[in-house]
């Protein structure tokens, strides 16, 4: 089971769900997307469920700091030593996630 969110803008703040793929979750969702096809005027259903599915994004949560990450940014653990890296992953997690101050339990603190 997935947790998902949409980051699409033009379709508000959705989210979180819960589902096996996007595509499941666009599947529960056609009643809403054909209606949004037909507000539109121009778009088809498979229009509407293509833009959704693009704007979906897995998310995690941080065991540590409790944070919702977006899981493609939480696939990859950084060398111990790429200082760069661990900066930019520390952006999403919270300022005493212990698991970026270790460095993933890798480095003593």
Known sequence: MKIIINNNPAYGD????????????????????????NESGSKTVEDMRAEFIRGLTE??????????????????????????????????????CEWVATRAHRKDV
Request: proline share 5%; charged share 35%.
């Open 14 to 37: 959705m989210g979180p769900y819960k589902a096996e793929s996007f595509e499941a979750l666009a599947d529960e969702m056609e009643p809403v997307l054909k209606d949004w096809a």
């Open 59 to 96: 998310i995690v949560l941080c065991l540590y700091c409790d944070m919702w990450i977006e899981k493609e940014i939480s696939d990859e653990v950084p060398a111990t030593d790429d200082d760069e890296e661990w900066a930019e992953l520390a952006k999403h997690h919270e300022g005493d």
